[in-house]
């Protein structure tokens, strides 16, 4: 997940920019597709382990991450956050900070906050998802760090989901292919537990989608019904019109975790 320096005024570096983005367009469609599997399961990585989503690497940072809301929220220090470098490059006179914080609300009795850094008016987007492990103690589990010229950042939100408080990311990528850089979380008496939405999805579908179709979109996963639902390719069709039906899928929460309820395959 790469992110070139960002365009400069003379024409030969706006040149070089504009390749640079196209180029990183064309990565973060090969590792952030729906179908990639870019998150790991859950239990490979401790609970106050932070997902780190960027155009240069996405990782876990499995040491928890924890501080006050206002070391998290102090405006005009953006490389303290920097946790793939991208800033490093540049001098602190040329970073410009500005911060959004807002709470998003509780989930099983744990605030969350999500802490926005907006580097040089719009540039560059860090989001941070935080959750209050005790007083005075909030903990980062999401690091999103990406250009808004190719994300459209979204405030995250908890919704319920029968008896259960998921805290949801979705922000979709610019232009109509679908795809989202989504991330979902429950919460139980020990704090929050990452959902394995895409592995579910790629365990279920190996099981009943027709081989010779695809799935060419993005998206497709609705948290408040727990439901993925997506038309099918063939690979003759063009991306406006796919010909060959549609798959749904239908999972319930167990234990705070997905489970396959059902699945189908109709034809068109």
């Known amino acids: 997940m790469t992110s070139p320096p960002f365009p400069r005024r003379c024409t030969a570096r706006r040149a070089r920019s504009a390749a640079r983005v196209t180029l990183r367009t064309a990565l973060m469609i090969g590792l952030f597709s729906t179908l990639a599997v870019p998150f790991q399961k ?3 990585h401790p609970r106050w382990a932070v997902y780190v989503a960027s155009f240069i690497e996405s990782k876990y940072i499995d040491e928890p991450i924890c501080n006050s809301l206002e070391y998290f929220s102090f405006s005009g220090a953006p ?4 946790y793939v470098h991208e800033l490093s490059r540049k001098n ?5 900070d500005k911060v959004n914080t807002q709470p998003l609300g509780a989930a099983q009795g744990y605030p969350v906050q999500e802490v926005d850094h907006i580097i040089n008016g719009n540039e560059l987007i860090v989001k941070m998802l935080l959750v ?8 980062e589990i999401y690091h999103q760090q990406m ?3 190719t994300i459209s950042v979204e405030p995250a939100y ?8 998921v805290l949801a990311s979705t922000d979709p990528w610019t232009g109509n292919s679908g795809q ?10 020990d704090g929050p537990l990452l959902l394995d939405i895409d592995g579910k999805i790629q365990e279920a579908l190996k099981e009943f989608r027709p081989k010779e179709f695809i799935i060419m979109g993005g998206g497709g996963f609705d948290v408040r019904t727990l439901t993925y639902g997506m038309p ?37």
């Open 42 to 44: 859950p239990p490979d």
């Open 180 to 189: 989202r850089t989504e991330i979902y979380w429950t919460f139980d008496k």
């Open 132 to 139: 209050q492990r005790k007083p005075g103690e909030f903990c």
């Open 79 to 82: 490389q303290r956050f920097d």
């Open 92 to 96: 602190p006179s040329e970073i410009k």
């Open 158 to 165: 908890l919704v319920h989901v029968g008896d259960e408080t």
């Open 232 to 268: 099918l390719w063939k690979p003759s069709d063009p991306h406006c019109c796919p010909t060959g039906g549609s798959i749904e899928i239908k999972f319930a929460l167990k234990d705070r975790q997905l489970v396959v309820v059902s699945h189908s395959y109709k034809k068109k």
């Open 147 to 149: 250009s808004p010229d």
